[in-house]
């Protein structure tokens, strides 16, 4: 139960970062106004994403029906999954919470708007990474810890299984 009462803690606050900053951008740029943070680097620039990452599927005539399902699937698949976590496994609690909580603020933005509000402009040069949220942050954050989480998981399981080989 406390694993609930802590998702739900992280994903409160994430929750409300993520919709007050679409909420501000929304009320204070029009949309594709720019505004540089970090000249030459960083900028806010009010964007609307249809589609999922790099705009996949955004011409598609399911996509929102698609998106939100696949959205719900996946954080039906967190909570089941976190009820499975080891006590031992903190960070993988706290990665999927991340995952769980970004998941839930870009499906709240398809189902009122039918797309997501992206305004995180990061660039180098000519080169643009897409325009993103603070919802995708917490995923791709999220992710990330996954991958860390496995990553020492292999490894003590490998140190461990030598461990017992060795007579």
Do not use: C
């Amino acid at each position: 139960m406390k694993r609930y009462y802590t998702l739900s803690t992280i994903s409160l606050v994430l929750l409300i970062l993520d919709q007050a900053s679409k909420l501000y951008v929304d009320a204070n740029f029009r949309l594709h106004e720019t505004v540089p943070v970090i000249r030459g680097f960083f900028h806010l620039t009010y964007v609307r994403n249809k589609g999922a990452a790099f705009g996949i599927l955004s011409d598609n005539a399911i996509r929102i029906p698609f998106f939100i399902t696949v959205s719900i699937i996946a954080m039906l698949g967190i909570l089941w999954y976190i009820k499975r976590l080891r006590e031992d496994q903190k960070l993988a609690f706290f990665a999927l919470s991340l995952v769980f909580s970004g998941a839930f603020g870009n499906l709240i933005d398809r189902i009122r708007l039918g797309e997501v509000i992206d305004f995180l402009d990061v660039f180098w040069q000519r080169y643009h990474w897409p325009a993103f949220n603070v919802a995708d942050s917490a995923i791709t954050i999220g992710v990330t810890l996954l991958f860390i989480e496995m990553w020492r998981e292999d490894r003590n399981k490998s140190k461990t299984e030598k461990k017992e080989a060795v007579p």
